[in-house]
């Protein structure tokens, strides 16, 4: 079966501008999660949703946020971008409403300049 | 808040060459993951060990969790040059905050 889908995989965009990044989980997984990688901070959790529900959310500011849909397939989104948003996001699907087992996608990399 | 310390941070070593890699923690996890991630990549799932003091085997890998469940080692055997990349270990717990905690990372580089 089809892994998790990121799109798009690299984007580039100014200081200031917005950028929405989305996410096709796996057929029946109901649980995407979103992390940012960057070489300095490792893997830090964004948010995850389950139903289309935030259930849990990192320690970010309110210019990142997201949403899931009817199918489980996810959007983030980032507004007013700062130059440390540069990173790799990483999407990850899980089957039940426990994350006790991640597939990631390959990510999308992020550069602000 | 958890967190997961992994040790070293980078390990660069010869081909053949056994190593070690930790992963610790102050907090309980109900299961404890590894992942490993090539550039360019998402991570990819390794292994999961869920009760305390179990060992798991994985061809060369071998991994461990802590009596106490607040810890893990990864061990590998002869590593190879495909062995090469970042290891991460992830705790899971349910006890109200189902979401996984991520390590720092061991990037480890294993030269021919």
């Known amino acids: 079966k089809a892994g998790v889908t990121q799109t798009p995989r690299y984007l580039i965009k100014t200081r200031g501008q917005q950028v929405t990044l989305s996410c096709s989980p796996i057929s029946g997984h109901r649980s995407v999660s979103w992390y940012q990688q960057t070489p300095g901070q490792g893997l830090q959790f964004l948010f995850e949703?389950?139903?289309?529900?935030?259930?849990n959310k990192g320690n970010f500011p309110g210019r990142f946020s997201g949403r899931q849909f009817s199918n489980s397939r996810s959007e983030m989104n980032v507004s007013t971008l700062e130059l440390g948003d540069s990173a790799l996001y990483l999407c990850?699907?899980?089957?039940?409403?426990?994350?006790?087992?991640?597939?990631f996608g390959q990510g999308t990399r992020l550069t602000v300049v | 808040t958890q967190l997961l310390e992994q040790s070293p941070q980078f390990l660069s070593i010869q081909e053949g060459e056994n190593l070690t890699v930790y992963c610790n923690s102050s907090s309980v996890f109900s299961s404890l993951q590894w992942y490993r991630q090539e550039p360019g990549e998402g991570p990819v799932l390794l292994v999961t060990v869920v009760t305390g003091g179990e060992v798991k085997k994985l061809k060369r890998l071998t991994f461990q969790f802590g009596d106490a469940r607040k810890d893990s080692s990864l061990h590998i055997t002869a590593a190879q040059t495909g062995d090469t990349g970042l290891y991460l270990c992830?705790?899971?717990?349910?006890?109200?905050?189902?979401?996984?905690?991520f390590g720092t990372g061991t990037r480890l580089t294993i030269i021919p």
């Open positions: 992830a705790g899971h717990n349910n006890f109200g905050n189902e979401k996984l905690t």
């Open positions: 990850a699907s899980s089957l039940v409403s426990k994350l006790t087992e991640a597939f």
């Open positions: 949703y389950f139903s289309e529900t935030q259930r």
